[in-house]
């Protein structure tokens, strides 16, 4: 017994011993890159950008783009950029989305592509009152430009084509091409837009040398324990999938009901759903985070994220935990919609729910709708795909070895010198994931610098940008576009 005892102490010992080498065996180093005079951004790029915000180019969920607030838009760039207009060769897609192409020194090199969106989501009626600048005033106040698409996302094609602009009035000609492609249905799915741009590239043979969109950001004070901003830039994101279950009942006088009526059955089968979540797990994007997070975090928390051989179940059990991480360890399931019934004395005759899942890296749209079916495990509902659109298997992974990983990373670092680059995954949908049939290195990364308060601003309201952030962003895209090599 004293020998077991023994035993058992030595092995603590050693497994202690492994665990703290291995977390003292990281330590930080700052990122050490070649200095860069970043350009100075010209005058009037700020009212450009706030007229820009006044055209109210809103995607409606359903509804085509609205033609009229489009072609405004590209005029106003048209007048906004003239070097650009002049330079590069500009070509609106049949959808509406924009095409510029800025032929490089070396042009039979496979271009870098900038992307972007032109359109907003729509703003509710019921937060106007909420909104300090209304939301489409384009107002510069308070140290900020305000408005709906000041975030998401003209602020990246405003700065990619201020940047684009300056650099062609200094001359600048880009080492290898760069395509602009801004859609203009990102906020409806990106069928028509992106989806047509990617298809027109690949139908001219276009194979890109890699692709930078929305995605990513510089957070500050988000995650405790980090005391400097942390860079993320989008690796990958969630599938997404939308399920219709209906049932049926056989109607009639509600003075003789079935055990379980249509609406019955249906709530049975959604109660077994949401009792057996998706399994957790940590999908790769998210284990290349840890890893680029460790040396930066104190020693409590580099330890598990050091040895995630041992910590992965229990990073993964208390994440699931909280529903504003969860999404980053599975496949999640949200119940958004039931209909059913007509009449208090009448037994419905159908009844019907839809569900929201987005997908983790490793399962498919198939595989979670094999999964729905098992949990719910009832042959009485039917499950069918709806939106059929808007479903899509999480995107690849793109690596954190190539060279446009390597210029971003670079370029984060010569303008926010002591940040933390890392990659992860995204957990929206965006036009990006389109871009994979074309390149695999396809990134999700703008320099907004937002903050916790920041973080419902995109599709919520008072939607704002600091002036000097927006400086920051066309700093940042005219750098990113000299980096190319
Ligand atoms: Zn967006």
Redesign the pocket.
């Known amino acids: 017994m004293k020998r077991l005892l023994a035993l058992f102490f030595v092995a603590v010992l050693v497994l202690a011993a492994i665990l703290v080498v291995r977390t003292v065996r990281l330590k930080p180093e700052q990122a050490s890159v070649p200095p860069a005079t970043l350009i100075t951004v010209d005058a009037g790029a700020v009212d450009r950008f706030a007229s820009a915000v006044k055209i109210q180019t809103v995607s409606n969920f359903g509804q085509p783009i609205d033609a009229d607030a489009m072609t405004a838009f590209r005029d106003l760039l048209a007048t906004s950029f003239p070097h650009v207009h002049a330079a590069m060769t500009h070509e609106v897609l049949p959808s509406g989305s924009l095409l510029f192409t800025w032929k490089g020194k070396d042009p039979s090199a496979e271009p870098v592509i900038l992307m972007g ?1 032109m359109d907003v989501v729509p703003v509710e009626q019921s937060t106007l009152d909420h909104w300090k600048h209304q939301p489409f005033s384009g107002d510069v106040a308070e140290g900020s430009i305000w408005g709906r698409g000041t975030l ?2 003209k602020a990246a094609v405003l700065s990619t084509l201020e940047a684009a602009e300056t650099l062609l009035a200094q001359g600048f000609t880009p080492a290898r091409t760069i395509v602009l492609a801004f859609g203009d249905d ?2 409806n799915g990106g069928s028509q837009g992106a989806s047509g741009i990617v298809k027109e590239l690949a139908a001219r043979g276009v194979h890109a040398h890699f692709v930078v969109d ?1 995605g990513g950001a510089v957070v500050t004070g988000m995650l405790a324990g980090l005391d400097r901003p942390l860079a993320v830039i989008g690796v990958s994101e969630k599938g997404y999938l939308s399920l219709k279950l209906s049932t049926t009942g056989t109607g009639g006088h509600s003075s003789e009901p079935p055990a379980h009526t249509a609406i019955g059955e249906l709530a049975l089968g959604i109660t077994r759903l949401e009792a057996n979540p998706f399994p957790g797990g940590l999908p790769e994007p998210s284990v290349k985070q840890f890893e680029a997070l460790a040396p930066w975090m104190p020693f409590s928390k580099r330890l598990a994220l050091a040895n995630l051989w041992l910590f992965k179940p229990l990073i993964v059990s208390s994440g699931l935990k909280d529903p504003k991480m969860a999404g980053g360890y599975h496949t999640t399931t949200a119940v958004d919609m039931v209909t059913g019934g007509t009449k208090d004395n009448v037994l419905p005759t159908t009844a019907s729910a839809v569900v929201n899942f987005r997908i983790l890296p490793g399962e498919t749209t198939d595989s979670v709708i094999a999964a729905v079916r098992e949990k719910l495990n009832d042959p009485g509902i039917k499950v069918e795909v709806t939106a059929a659109g808007s479903a899509r298997n999480p995107s690849p992974v793109s690596p954190t070895t190539s060279e446009g990983f390597n210029d971003l990373q670079t370029t984060i670092h010569q303008l926010y010198p002591t940040a933390v680059v890392s990659p992860y995954m995204v957990q929206a949908a ?1 036009d990006a994931s389109y871009y994979y049939a074309i390149s695999p290195n396809v990134y999700r990364f703008a320099p907004l610098e937002i903050t916790p308060a920041g973080m419902t601003m995109a599709h919520g309201f008072n939607e704002h940008i600091g002036v000097d952030n927006y400086r920051h962003m066309v700093q940042f895209e005219a750098q990113l576009i000299q980096s190319v090599k």
């Open positions: 969106h998401d996302d990102e906020e929305e965006t």
